[in-house]
């Protein structure tokens, strides 16, 4: 299957700072990323839907200028986790999808934040 | 609204054992199935999935899963479980014909016993 990075795997930060998390689709184009956000012994909570050079598509409840998505190319979403508070700890997965994988989302390995 | 459950938040086997992961789910039409492994550190790897056809649908690292219209289950099994099956599974519904925003249930955790 496609690989899809996330970067960093792990960051802890201080109340208040902001935060960038990156995906990036390795060995195909993701015309499409996912984020999902994973909390302890839950399930995925799907964030967003990105689309390469449009807006980001939010799911309900989720807050657009806390959570700011940019999919600049094919290759490249970024999460930004504004004025991070601690309820935003969480496991942040991302996904990407292209027209060519059969309806499969490639998952990357998620980031684990942890807000202090 | 889609939506998935899987009953079993954890369950024990032996290893050797047969295995069986039940999950329901609730979809308007007929769904895209899918069933994911999540091992610490890992991301999401797609065991098997489902679309059309053949309602036994056979996955990687020996798993199946059975699709079945009447009890809206897609329940994965496993003849014969390894120490390595030790995992997360989720099971995940998606929207047909679409790029699929994928509503995952809340999964199972599976531990293995030598």
């Known amino acids: 299957g496609a690989v899809v990075s996330q970067h960093p795997s792990r960051v802890i930060c201080k109340s208040g700072t902001s935060v960038k998390i990156e995906c990036r689709s390795l060995?195909?184009?993701?015309?499409?990323m996912f984020w999902y956000r994973q909390f302890p012994k839950k399930s995925l909570m799907l964030m967003a839907t990105?689309?390469?050079?449009?807006?980001?598509?939010?799911e309900q409840g989720v807050e657009k200028d806390k959570f700011l998505i940019n999919h600049a190319s094919l290759t490249l979403s970024t999460l930004t986790v504004t004025s991070a508070h601690p309820e935003d700890s969480s496991f942040y997965i991302c996904?990407?999808?292209?027209?060519?994988?059969?309806?499969?989302?490639?998952f990357g390995p998620g980031t684990r934040l942890t807000v202090l | 609204a889609q939506s998935v459950t899987q009953p079993d938040i954890h369950i024990t086997v032996s290893e050797g054992a047969s295995l069986e992961l039940r999950c329901n789910y609730s979809?308007?039409?007929?769904?895209?199935l899918f069933w994911y492994v999540q091992s610490p550190g890992q991301g999401l790897q797609l065991l098997l999935k489902?679309?059309?056809?053949?309602?036994l649908v056979q996955g990687i690292k020996g798993f199946e899963a059975e699709f079945k219209r009447s009890q809206s289950s897609f329940n994965l099994r496993k003849p014969s479980v390894h120490w390595s099956d030790a995992a997360e599974y989720f099971c995940?519904?998606?929207?047909?014909?679409?790029?699929?925003?994928?509503?995952f249930g809340t999964g199972t955790r599976l531990q293995v016993t030598l």
């Open positions: 996904s990407g999808w292209t027209s060519g994988s059969r309806h499969e989302q490639f």
């Open positions: 995940a519904v998606g929207a047909a014909g679409t790029a699929s925003k994928l509503t």
């Open positions: 979809y308007g039409a007929t769904p895209y």
């Open positions: 489902y679309f059309s056809g053949d309602t």
């Open positions: 990105s689309n390469e050079g449009s807006k980001a598509t939010y």
């Open positions: 060995d195909f184009q993701a015309t499409t």
